[in-house]
Structures are given as C-alpha cells and as structure tokens.
C-alpha cells in the first residue's frame, strides 16, 4: 500500500454533502482506504472569482493503486458527482486533486506529482497540515509545516474553518 494525500473542494450546494459523498465513494473502493482528515475550511475562489466560496478539505489514503489508477479512481467519483468541466476553476460540486503520492514523481500530460500549485495555495497547504504537518514534500524536502510558515498572515488568515 502507498500513501497519498487529496485535495477536495466544491463550491456548488450543498458543498459540504458533496466533500461527504466523495469521501464515501472512495472508501467503498477496495483499493482505497481513507486514514486521516482535516478540518473543512471555506476559502474565496481563486482564478475564476465570480463565484461562490469554497469547502476545501484534505484527506489521506493508502491505495493498492499506482498514481494514475487513483487519478482514474478520483475522476469517477468527479463525474458520479456530477462534476461538470467547463470553466478552467470555475464552480464546481466536487473536485479532487492528488497533491502527493508517496514515493511517486511525475510530470505527465495527465497528471503532475506533487501537485504544481501545492506550495502556494494556502487553502491545500492549512488542511494538509492538520493532516501530516511534518510530510517531507518533493523535491525539495520540506515539511508541510514549514511551507505553511512561508505563507503570509493574510494567506493563512484567508483559510476559515467551517462548522
């Protein structure tokens, strides 16, 4: 078994349904199974902004799957969920990103490990550190922890926790 950390987001109602029901899905597969989250935290959009905020949270899995067999894994569950691609960050009812897989480094067209924007997107960084705040990221090394340190008050600040 690897383990591997994922990213969830959703900012369509009722998001915080839509985080459960991923989590769901992927537990009731056989190769998958979910060993840790964080907190749900809710963040302003970014890229595409006119739309509603976010529920972001992080999970970690241990899997029997290769890294693109859980991305496979990760997209059924998009699409079962009604995951609609039309506007590159637009809203979406679910979205799950791989952002590590340990003891895995890839850049392919369809899937880059870890994660391109995993070192400056506090609303990954914050969850995962509830997580594993001492996971040495690739390729640098560094621990969650001290990416999370790197980021600004504001950053940090932006990332609410969710009741």
């Known amino acids: 078994m690897q383990r591997a950390y994922i990213a969830l987001g959703s900012n369509i109602s009722p998001r915080k349904r839509y985080l459960q029901e991923a989590i769901r899905l992927l537990e009731e597969n056989p190769a998958i199974s979910v060993d840790g989250q964080s907190f749900i935290y809710e963040t302003d959009p970014v890229g595409y902004v006119e739309q509603d905020d976010f529920l972001n949270m992080v999970i970690a899995v241990d899997t029997s799957f290769s890294p ?6 990760c997209q059924e569950v998009e699409d079962s969920l009604g995951r609609v691609r039309s506007i590159r960050w637009g809203p979406r009812t679910i979205d799950l990103d791989i952002l590590i897989f340990e003891g895995a480094e890839m850049n392919t067209e369809r899937l880059v490990l870890p994660h391109p924007y995993l070192y400056e997107r506090a609303f990954v ?3 995962l550190a ?3 705040r001492d996971l040495c990221v690739p390729p640098e090394g560094r621990t969650v922890d001290s990416l999370v340190e790197d980021l600004s008050k504001e950053e940090v600040a932006a990332v609410r926790r969710y009741l």
């Open 125 to 127: 960084l914050v969850p």
């Open 130 to 132: 509830d997580v594993n």
């Open 68 to 73: 693109l067999a859980l991305l496979d894994a």
